[in-house]
């Protein structure tokens, strides 16, 4: 992904000791954010679980607004093979009541800066505000976490939280949400981009806002699926894909249904005879593109249940 045309000049005015600082913490930390740490990856997809009972802590921090639902949620990143190391620029969160994906701008590496750096403590921020302000305010979380932001880069955000018995967020950029009931979509977010592979991004130098965003507001009902990942599953697989793989995990735990999808993202990305759904936006835009396209994959698979 490219950075806002204007990003590239904040990197020749920086201040010899600022440089450093970023160099330093370009070691120290890694992108996938969970519950404030840091989670460490190699090329083998690691998944993470939350549920209810298993997150106590973040119950009881975060304000519950009268929800009426809760969330199960299963996780998994795969880094692209390219970025083993640094695992990879994508990060993520998750509470009982709300959620979000984040996906670092891939422009910011040619200028030397890591760029999950930034997305790994939007993440972090984020989270930290949900917990503060409860899941209504997610959007708002966001906002406070991109102006709190102290590392270089950008960011696409993808956020939403348990209010009552709707879900509520934001989507700013390519990352995305899809709501499934009874095996249909109800519900899907729509990416945003300057020009083709460049999208809308929170971060330095950058004119996106949150509240350019596309809002989500929708009712729930227990046993509705959300599924969020960012452009390394939606450049992959096709809603049909991603439909097909629901109902075929329908029964498992979150936490399979999301491995699932992320593996078959994967190789779909690996796969140079099957366009996928980035190949067709590509010749559509101009370019020409063939085959799937490999990048940092992670997916968010949470089904609703009640607090009851």
Not at 26 to 34: G, I, N, T
Request: charged share 20%.
């Amino acid at each position: 992904m490219f950075v806002t045309s204007t990003s590239r000049a904040i990197f020749r005015t920086l201040e010899t000791t600022r440089i450093a600082n970023v160099v330093a913490l370009r070691k120290s930390v890694l992108p996938c954010a969970f519950h404030n740490k840091v989670l460490k990856r190699s090329a083998i997809a690691r998944f993470t679980i939350l549920t209810c009972a298993a997150s106590g802590e973040s119950q009881h921090k975060e304000k519950t607004n009268g929800n009426r639902f809760s969330l199960v949620t299963g996780a998994c990143c795969i880094p692209h093979y390219e970025k083993r190391e640094t695992g990879g620029e994508d990060a993520y969160f998750m509470t009982p009541k709300a959620v979000g994906v984040f996906d670092g701008v891939g422009g910011w590496a040619s200028l030397g800066i890591n760029p999950g750096l930034y997305s790994s403590r939007l993440a972090e921020l984020t989270q930290q505000k949900v917990e503060e302000l409860g899941p209504c305010e997610v959007a708002k979380a966001l906002e406070y976490a991109a102006a709190s932001n102290d590392q270089l880069g950008s960011s696409t955000a993808m956020v939403v939280g348990i209010c009552g018995d709707r879900a509520v967020g934001v989507n700013l950029g390519d990352s995305g949400l899809i709501i499934f009931r009874d095996g249909n979509i109800v519900f899907k977010t729509v990416e945003q981009q300057h020009y083709f592979n460049c999208p809308y991004q929170l971060g330095t130098d950058s004119n996106d806002t949150v509240y350019m965003g596309q809002k989500i507001d929708v009712p729930l009902r227990i046993g509705d699926i959300l599924i969020l990942g960012t452009d390394g599953l939606f450049d992959n697989l096709f809603d049909t894909d991603i439909k097909a793989a629901v109902e075929k995990t329908k029964a498992f735990h979150p936490n399979e249904s999301a491995m699932f999808l992320a593996k078959k993202a994967l190789t779909y990305s690996l796969d140079t005879k099957r366009d996928g759904p980035f190949a067709v936006n590509s010749k559509k835009a101009g370019h020409l593109f063939l085959g799937g396209k490999a990048d940092d994959i992670t997916v968010l698979v949470c089904k609703v249940e009640s607090l009851n």
